[in-house]
């Protein structure tokens, strides 16, 4: 960690060094991930190096597309060292599962929408099937079953 990391810093710093929003920083301390900081003589947050380590996973986690509730479970873990990290493995597991679910479901709204796209080569909105269709969930519903 650089060496400026390495003392206290403000919610400004914090964000910088871990690319996250000060809103969000303020966020995860609202909904306890990260710990309340110190305050400074005029009330400016003081962050220190675990700080700047915690929201770093935090973002990374995010960034592989972790839910919070996952990854406040992970950081709960990652508090004992000694246990097993099976837990932990199981969380990647459910995520992973997630994750392949979600591509399942993109992969048939790709198709979806290629389809609506090529019944639709009208010139005029009025004879637009993809309006038609995005119009009438049924008929989306109906005609994405046959």
Known sequence: MPKSEKSPVTIGRLAKASDVKVTTIRY???????????????GQRIYDAKAIERMRFIRHARDLGFPLEAIRELIALSRNENRSCADVDEIARRHAEDVRQRIKR???????L???I???SVDKISDCRVIEILSNHALCATEHRN
Request: charged content about 45%.
């Open 114 to 116: 290629n389809r609506m």
């Open 28 to 42: 995860y301390e609202s909904i306890g991930l990260i710990d309340p900081p110190d305050r400074s003589e005029g």
């Open 118 to 120: 090529k019944e639709c």
């Open 106 to 112: 993109l992969k048939s709204l790709e198709r979806e």
